[in-house]
């Protein structure tokens, strides 16, 4: 059975950072890309960043770009997301997702979400 | 344009059937996927590569693509059904991941 569960989240000040993790289980991690979506209270989801099976190939939303980093450690079957200079936009449950195959395609399974509070 | 657009609520009556469209010019350009999320809840695939269903999903819900606009529809619908739904495509340059702004479904 594939599970993701997520960690990491909770209440940051504006301009502080988090890391999100994403544990793995139930199908061979390294054979797909990972990704990140999230949804802020009220609105709809929005992709954050995603990357591929051995992190060559690596995208972000421009809302997030230059600020996060994402990455994965296929040993540890774990993705992360790295959150710097956070905003109080940046409020919401954060997915982590595996992609349907190695390359750009659905999201077939998503963990429980993460909350993450940017709040002074 | 990469922006996908899709009516805000939809409702139905139990036993009716839904459709929930998603229009854009990328539509019919790019694979459309959509996903179901009930409140509380992760989202769950329910449509892929624009009409295959997961395993697990029921036959109630299929997928079709015509031009501009994908339609999901739901047959028959349920009262578990109620949810919002998204469309979702990759844009075309293959860099980003494109959700439509969501459909709430409310079955009467």
């Known amino acids: 059975e594939v599970q993701l569960v997520e960690s990491g989240g909770g209440m940051v000040q504006p301009g502080r950072s988090l890391r999100l993790s994403c544990a793995a289980s139930?199908?061979?991690?390294?054979?797909?890309?990972m990704h990140w979506v999230r949804r802020a209270p009220g609105k709809g989801l929005e992709w954050v960043s995603g990357l591929s099976w051995n992190s060559g190939t690596i995208v972000y939303a421009d809302s997030v770009k230059g600020r996060f980093t994402i990455s994965r450690d296929n040993a540890k079957n774990s993705l992360y997301l790295q959150m710097n200079s956070l905003r109080p936009e940046d409020t919401a449950f954060y997915y982590c997702?595996?992609?349907?195959?190695?390359?750009?395609?659905?999201?077939?399974?998503w963990g429980q979400g993460v909350l993450v509070t940017v709040s002074s | 344009s990469n922006v996908l657009t899709q009516p805000p609520s939809v409702s139905v009556a139990p036993g009716k059937t839904a459709t929930i469209t998603c229009g854009g010019d990328?539509?019919?350009?790019?694979?459309v996927h959509w996903y179901q999320q009930k409140p509380g809840q992760a989202p769950r695939l329910v449509i892929y590569?624009?009409?295959d269903r997961p395993s697990g999903i029921p036959k109630r819900f299929s997928g079709s693509s015509s031009g501009n606009t994908a339609t999901l529809t739901i047959s028959r619908v349920e009262a578990g059904d109620e949810a919002d739904f998204y469309c979702?495509?990759?844009?075309?340059?293959?860099?980003?991941?494109?959700f439509g702004g969501g459909t709430k479904l409310t079955v009467l």
């Open positions: 590569y624009d009409t």
């Open positions: 990328i539509v019919g350009t790019k694979s």
């Open positions: 997702a595996k992609s349907f195959s190695s390359g750009w395609a659905s999201f077939d399974y």
């Open positions: 139930g199908f061979t991690f390294d054979d797909f890309s």
């Open positions: 979702q495509v990759w844009n075309s340059g293959g860099d980003a991941a494109v």
